[in-house]
C-alpha cells in the first residue's frame, strides 16, 4: 500500500552534467533506454530526465530507492 503522493523533478541541466561524466548513464539507464532516448537528438536529454524521475519515485514508492 502507498501512503503518500509526490513529485519527482529532475533538472535537465543535472542531465546534461551526467552526459560529460563517463559512464555515469550506463549507470541508470539500460542499453535500450539510452539508444531509444539519444536517437531523438536533443529531446534525448528530456527523456532521460524523466525516465530518470519516474525511476526515482518508483523507488522510492518501493521504498528502496535507486539501489537494487
Do not use: C
Not at 560529460?20 to 536517437?39: C, D, I, M, S, T
Not at 522510492?60 to 530507492?65: C, E, F, M, V
Amino acid at each position: 500500500m502507498i501512503l503518500g503522493i509526490g513529485i519527482d523533478v529532475v533538472h535537465v541541466y543535472r542531465m546534461r552534467r551526467w552526459e560529460k561524466v563517463p559512464g555515469l548513464f550506463q549507470r541508470f539507464f539500460n542499453e535500450e533506454e539510452l539508444n531509444a532516448a539519444l536517437a531523438k537528438g536533443e529531446g534525448g536529454i528530456l527523456s532521460l530526465a524523466a525516465r530518470f524521475a519516474a525511476k526515482e519515485a518508483f523507488g522510492k514508492a518501493l521504498g528502496t530507492g535507486l539501489h537494487g
